[in-house]
């Protein structure tokens, strides 16, 4: 048996052409459009990377964007005064502030200084303690998508064994929260969780999330389980470039599970897509508007 290919890659652009085509008729109801904030503080590579994709994504899908590139000596207060600043600004529906910050930068105070109706990274302890509790959030981008491919794939989760490896506030607390809310059956397991390999193979659905180069084997996965690698890991080659691989050791998995997601191609895509369909859900919610459907 090989596994259905899970292409995360066309489940992203639909969700943008949905969330493009709502963005318009905000426009048209309230006379702006959703705007997106991004903070970018110093020169990582990566960080540049992933904030020039997500602010590309917002100039398409036709919301006003507003970048905030800081150099890495900024200072914490410089930085919170430019969290209030956005705060403040009615143009500004959602503020994303890219991690990791430099040393000098205490993440979790930051974090915590963005107003949580802007907050579309969903990493604000009231949006953390809104899904927990069962109540409407902004969820994390990155769990977000994984459920949304799920439900694309299984349809109804209830009764499913879930195992999310991984318990990271970024994806693996809010994966399992989400997996909950659809009623399924959720294991957290993580790096040294004993006899992992045994706790895996008893799930439908596996979500792997532990950053660890394909430490997920083949023969962990049981067969016909849908299988969501969030894991971006780079390994060396042969000629020295190195490649790109996930969590979970695709070439052996794919033999074994009922679906999977590639690395890359499959959960990236949808993290960008999320952001942009949270943004235009925290639009409508301070614009005193109904969630806009179908996303």
């Known amino acids: 048996m090989t596994a259905k290919r899970i292409d995360g890659k066309a489940a992203a652009q639909a969700i943008r052409e949905r969330v493009a085509a709502h963005v318009a008729d905000f426009e048209r109801r309230i006379g702006r459009p959703p705007g997106l904030a991004t903070v ?3 020169e990582d590579p990566a960080s540049a990377v992933y904030v020039r994709s997500k602010n590309r994504a917002t100039a398409e899908a036709g919301m006003a964007g507003f970048a905030h590139n ?6 914490e207060d410089e930085l919170l005064q430019v969290v209030l600043d956005l705060n403040a600004d009615e143009r500004v529906d959602g503020i994303l502030v890219q991690l990791p910050l430099p040393n000098q930068i205490d993440a979790a105070r930051v974090i915590a200084t963005i107003d949580p109706a802007k907050d579309v990274d969903g990493f604000h302890a009231m949006n953390a303690g809104r899904l927990a509790t069962g109540l409407d959030a902004l969820v994390p981008c990155t769990p977000l998508g994984c459920l949304h491919l799920l439900r694309s794939e299984l349809g109804d989760l209830t009764g499913l064994n879930a195992v999310v490896i991984g318990r990271s506030n970024i ?3 809010p994966m399992a929260m989400l997996l909950l809310g659809d009623n399924a059956t959720v294991t957290i397991a993580h790096s040294r969780t004993r006899s992992l390999n045994e706790v895996v193979r008893r799930a439908d659905i596996v979500v792997a999330a532990v950053g660890r180069a394909e430490m997920v084997r083949g023969d962990w996965i049981k067969p016909g389980a849908t299988v969501i690698d969030v894991g971006i890991n780079r390994i060396a080659t042969e000629d020295g470039k190195g490649r790109l691989v996930g969590d979970v050791a695709y070439d052996e998995a794919v033999e074994v599970a009922g679906a999977i997601t590639p690395v890359p191609g499959g959960v990236g895509p949808m993290t960008i897509a999320m952001l942009m369909r949270n943004t235009l859900v925290a639009a409508h919610r301070r614009s005193g508007l ?6």
């Open 290 to 295: 109904k969630d806009p459907e179908g996303l």
């Open 171 to 173: 994806v693996g607390k």
């Open 70 to 75: 800081l150099p890495d000596t900024t200072t």
């Open 40 to 42: 970018l503080v110093g």
